[in-house]
């Protein structure tokens, strides 16, 4: 299990010198390139990317074993895939900045993340991030940080996209709030049907791949849709509508938002403005609630997102206390991370928390500063070896420790002399 830490982490002095450290990376680019003369600009020396060490961002803090380890943000393609100036006045900056057009510039122009809400992951790992406000879906290789794109008016029409689920065959779902539908796209990113039966304003969506079953929150109608993962047809709807989100009892639904499915088929819907989760059966039975309104730990204030990770930890992404809580699936806090900020591991804007449980990857996506974090869980297993390994390592130094002492407590044997000899 994870430790039980009642309070939020803070991040030290090493969060803080990697925070400005990648502040000024972020920065480079424009400060560099504004003041190169033009003998660096033609200097053909091969030069080294700055990399950052973000292996000490951990929670909880040493000493403690680290149960989730910060990796990396995405927010934009990389710079290198900008195209070099046609002429000295017409440099990337220019492109980018809008002073020059892009066919007058005849180069790519940056994309970069605006309003990111829901997150989704394939097979490859690759991380599937839509954003609300530039109106397509972005696909983050984390390996090579290559990005792609499902563009809106040229894969498919794209209003107000909000919540993303992937299946085990790589289909991917996308929530579209405006347009009142579910699209459903193949692994190739073609899209091959739509759901609209009983949608009014659909927000987040979850897939569970065991029982086949497709569940899309949403928001205006209090009420969590079930559909047939396979044929698109609406099954069940779970809560009561038409309350104007009045409703508080146990198994409705005031505004829910972020869904995610356990191994055994358990629903978890953060309720957002009863802030608290819900919890089902794979039959839409209601079983437990936990949460209230509060700063404290174990409270929430607008809880939106939710994931299950490998073990079946809770995580909650809650929006207006820009933090992620981890809890038990009886509702007990295990431990607590973020907190206003742009350091790594604090969020503007926190909306969503999305598990890739095949790599034990956890992300965040956050709508001000327009980025997606990515983290490490370790798992209990993985726990569990690490402190037999300190346990060991504790037990090696005692036994050395008290080898040492009674080296140094035993009494030295007598010297001997020789008795002299006659002459």
Same mark, same amino acid.
């Given at each position: 299990?994870?430790?039980?830490?009642?309070?939020?982490?803070?991040?030290?002095?090493?969060?803080?010198?990697?925070?400005?450290?990648?502040?000024?990376?972020?920065?480079?680019?424009?400060?560099?390139?504004?003041?190169?003369?033009?003998?660096?600009?033609?200097?053909?020396?091969?030069?080294?990317?700055?990399?950052?060490?973000?292996?000490?961002?951990?929670?909880?803090?040493?000493?403690?074993?680290?149960?989730?380890?910060?990796?990396?943000?995405?927010?934009?393609?990389?710079?290198?895939?900008?195209?070099?100036?046609?002429?000295?006045?017409?440099?990337?900056?220019?492109?980018?900045?809008?002073?020059?057009?892009?066919?007058?510039?005849?180069?790519?122009?940056?994309?970069?993340?605006?309003?990111?809400?829901?997150?989704?992951?394939?097979?490859?790992?690759?991380?599937?991030?839509?954003?609300?406000?530039?109106?397509?879906?972005?696909?983050?290789?984390?390996?090579?940080?290559?990005?792609?794109?499902?563009?809106?008016?040229?894969?498919?029409?794209?209003?107000?996209?909000? /919540?993303? &689920?992937? @299946?085990? #065959?790589?289909?991917?779902? *996308? $929530? !579209?709030?405006?347009?009142?539908? =579910?699209? %459903? +796209?193949?692994?190739?990113?073609?899209?091959?049907?739509?759901?609209?039966?009983?949608?009014?304003?659909?927000?987040?969506?979850?897939?569970?791949?065991?029982?086949?079953?497709?569940?899309?929150?949403?928001?205006?109608?209090?009420?969590?849709?079930?559909?047939?993962?396979?044929?698109?047809?609406?099954?069940?709807?779970?809560?009561?509508?038409?309350?104007?989100?009045?409703?508080?009892?146990?198994?409705?639904?005031?505004?829910?938002?972020?869904?995610?499915?356990?191994?055994?088929?358990?629903?978890?819907?953060?309720?957002?403005?009863?802030?608290?989760?819900?919890?089902?059966?794979?039959?839409?039975?209601?079983?437990?609630?936990?949460?209230?309104?509060?700063?404290?730990?174990?409270?929430?204030?607008?809880?939106? /997102?939710? &994931?299950? @990770?490998? #073990?079946?930890?809770?995580? *909650? $992404? !809650?929006?207006?206390?820009?933090? =992620?809580? %981890? +809890?038990?699936?009886?509702?007990?806090?295990?431990?607590?991370?973020?907190?206003?900020?742009?350091?790594?591991?604090?969020?503007?804007?926190?909306?969503?928390?999305?598990?890739?449980?095949?790599?034990?990857?956890?992300?965040?996506?956050?709508?001000?500063?327009?980025?997606?974090?990515?983290?490490?869980?370790?798992?209990?297993?993985?726990?569990?070896?690490?402190?037999?390994?300190?346990?060991?390592?504790?037990?090696?130094?005692?036994?050395?420790?008290?080898?040492?002492?009674?080296?140094?407590?035993?009494?030295?044997?007598?010297?001997?002399?020789?008795?002299?000899?006659?002459?």
């Amino acid at each position: 299990m994870l430790e039980l830490r009642k309070r939020t982490i803070e991040i030290g002095p090493i969060l803080l010198a990697a925070a400005l450290l990648l502040t000024v990376v972020m920065g480079t680019p424009f400060a560099a390139y504004a003041g190169k003369n033009k003998k660096a600009a033609n200097s053909t020396e091969t030069k080294k990317t700055p990399v950052i060490d973000y292996s000490n961002i951990v929670w909880p803090n040493p000493p403690a074993i680290a149960r989730i380890r910060y990796l990396a943000f995405y927010s934009a393609q990389p710079l290198k895939d900008l195209d070099a100036p046609k002429t000295k006045k017409e440099g990337w900056m220019d492109r980018l900045a809008g002073t020059v057009p892009q066919s007058d510039g005849g180069g790519k122009v940056l994309f970069q993340l605006a309003q990111p809400y829901g997150i989704a992951t394939d097979s490859k790992g690759y991380v599937y991030v839509a954003d609300t406000k530039v109106g397509a879906i972005f696909i983050f290789n984390t390996e090579t940080r290559d990005v792609q794109m499902i563009k809106n008016k040229v894969d498919a029409h794209f209003s107000r996209i909000l /919540g993303l &689920a992937m @299946d085990d #065959d790589d289909r991917l779902f *996308v $929530a !579209d709030a405006d347009l009142r539908h =579910v699209l %459903v +796209f193949d692994k190739n990113h073609k899209a091959i049907d739509v759901i609209t039966e009983g949608m009014d304003e659909p927000s987040m969506v979850a897939i569970d791949t065991q029982n086949r079953l497709l569940y899309v929150s949403d928001v205006k109608q209090d009420q969590i849709l079930v559909y047939d993962a396979d044929t698109f047809k609406l099954k069940r709807k779970m809560g009561t509508g038409g309350k104007n989100h009045a409703l508080t009892t146990p198994g409705d639904f005031a505004k829910p938002t972020g869904v995610a499915v356990d191994k055994e088929g358990n629903l978890y819907v953060a309720d957002t403005l009863n802030d608290r989760i819900e919890v089902f059966d794979a039959d839409g039975q209601f079983i437990r609630t936990w949460g209230k309104n509060g700063d404290g730990p174990g409270y929430f204030a607008r809880p939106k /997102g939710v &994931a299950v @990770d490998s #073990d079946g930890h809770i995580w *909650v $992404a !809650d929006g207006m206390q820009d933090r =992620v809580q %981890v +809890f038990t699936s009886e509702g007990q806090l295990l431990i607590s991370m973020g907190g206003h900020g742009l350091l790594p591991g604090q969020y503007q804007g926190l909306v969503n928390v999305a598990a890739d449980n095949r790599r034990n990857r956890i992300y965040t996506s956050e709508i001000y500063p327009g980025r997606v974090q990515e983290f490490r869980y370790v798992t209990d297993s993985e726990f569990d070896q690490l402190k037999k390994e300190r346990e060991a390592l504790r037990a090696g130094n005692a036994v050395k420790k008290e080898g040492e002492a009674a080296s140094v407590s035993a009494p030295k044997p007598a010297e001997q002399t020789t008795p002299p000899q006659p002459k």
